[in-house]
């Protein structure tokens, strides 16, 4: 199972006690905001595309989207999201507990910059109803192979 594997990932780093498992799905934005209860902008959503060499992750805040341009800018490519099927075989965990714990070697993992905003967020943890609860900055620490920080999501700012 996908949380028993970021249960042991994360164990490592001295936070397997701190995984929150839900009695309710945690699958979407809106679900998981409401089994944490937090504000949806808080959910720190895993999203999955695929570029020339190979799968990434982008990890961004609830509220964000992703905009094409910066991100094209960023990574030299069009934004191509992995489909349901894709996403399981080629990251290592199924649409609603994606995250950037214990996933398939070789996917590179960036944080999107719409988290920093937060004190804590809540990624999933490789199941459908759970999360953590972390900063930012220790986001970064725990990711697996963590490339970076980027800045290619829309419709967070006060713009």
Not at 98 to 120: E, M, Q
Request: contains cysteine.
């Amino acid at each position: 199972m996908s949380i028993a594997r970021v249960r042991e990932y994360l164990g490592r780093y001295g936070l397997d006690g701190n995984i929150l498992e839900f009695t309710t799905s945690s699958a979407t934005v809106e679900l998981a905001a409401e089994a944490a209860g937090v504000i949806p902008a808080r959910i720190a959503k895993s999203l999955s595309f695929m570029l020339p060499d190979g799968p990434i992750l982008v990890v961004a805040a609830g509220d964000a989207k992703v905009d094409n341009p910066r991100f094209k800018a960023q990574f030299h490519a069009k934004a191509k999201m992995l489909s349901f099927d894709e996403c399981a075989a080629l990251i290592g965990h199924g649409v609603g507990g994606v995250c950037p714990f214990a996933i398939n070697d070789g996917v590179r993992t960036y944080l999107d910059a719409s988290l920093r905003r937060f004190d804590t967020v809540f990624p999933a943890c490789g199941s459908a109803n759970s999360a953590i609860e972390l900063s930012p900055d220790r986001l970064a620490e725990v990711a697996q192979n963590f490339q970076g920080w980027v800045d290619v999501c829309k419709g967070w700012r006060e713009e």
